[in-house]
């Protein structure tokens, strides 16, 4: 019986770790360019001294992320920006720089280009953008920035530098607890990538698929009652056994 139990609560307990991320992967439907999280758990065998399988376990992973492309969406805002085709922006953290596909960029009470979490924007210099007071930006398709200051002549406009844009191998991307990505440590600098292009007045919607993430929740949730039962039903028979052992007894 006890093998029973521990072979159900493990899979029991791959299957919340599964519907975590699949919760998750929903919260995030509408958040801009965020990836769907991927996550598998397969049947492990468990084989005895004599090399005859005895039950099976089961183990669950992260095998990474699914990098597709979300839909383009025109919003009409100068300071909304879509990456077309592959190809990552670049922010500035706490803990280092960081890649996003999130382009609903504003500017800061300091007057620096900052995407929705706070963290600046860089450019191709890995420096900070600033953003003259109350200028109107202009993003060409090569992430090249100019700007207009408050009742300047259309002239007098101002070239304040060019997105940094790269595009680093999706084997090597690392999702962190914040949603953004990270190249591992001890891995070689991304350089600009020249052929990474931008919309403007546009953003990419999450690529996670609403009908597919819920038709995972509810199968996980049977799977998860499926496995309940089966505790339940050991639990019954060790009752009926001891039952009669004692009226034997």
């Known amino acids: 019986m006890d093998r029973v139990i521990y072979t159900a609560a493990g899979g029991a307990a791959r299957v919340l770790e ?49 990098f597709e492309q979300g839909v383009m969406v025109e ?14 922006f670049a922010v500035q953290t706490p803990t280092g720089q960081a890649y996003t596909r999130g382009g609903e960029f504003a500017v800061s009470s300091q007057g620096l280009l ?12 890995n420096a900070p953008i600033e953003v003259p007071e109350r200028g ?11 700007a207009l200051g408050a009742g300047d002549n259309p002239t007098d406009i101002q070239v304040l530098g060019q997105l940094r844009l790269v595009n680093p191998p999706s084997a090597q991307l690392l999702r962190g607890d914040d949603g953004l990505f990270r190249t ?22 999450s690529n996670v698929s609403a009908a597919e993430t819920m038709v995972g929740l509810i ?11 089966i505790i339940q039903d050991a639990g019954t028979n060790a009752d009926k056994a001891n039952s009669i052992l004692s009226s034997n007894g």
């Open 18 to 66: 599964q519907q975590t991320v699949l919760g998750n992967n929903m919260a995030n439907l509408s958040t801009t360019g965020f990836r769907e999280q991927l996550s598998n758990y397969r049947s492990v065998p468990l084989v005895a001294p004599q090399g005859l399988p005895t039950r099976v376990a089961t183990v669950a992973s992260t095998p990474g992320s699914n």
């Open 184 to 205: 591992p440590a001890g891995a070689p600098p991304v350089q600009q990538e020249a052929g990474v292009s931008v919309r403007s007045g546009f953003v990419e919607k």
């Open 114 to 125: 900052v995407n929705q979490q706070g963290y600046p924007v860089l450019s191709a210099d």
């Open 136 to 146: 109107a930006l202009t993003f060409a398709s090569d992430g090249t920035i100019t």
């Open 75 to 88: 919003t009409g805002s100068p300071l909304d920006m879509a990456i077309a085709g592959n190809g990552w």
């Open 219 to 229: 199968q996980n949730a049977r799977m998860f009652e499926m496995q309940m039962k």
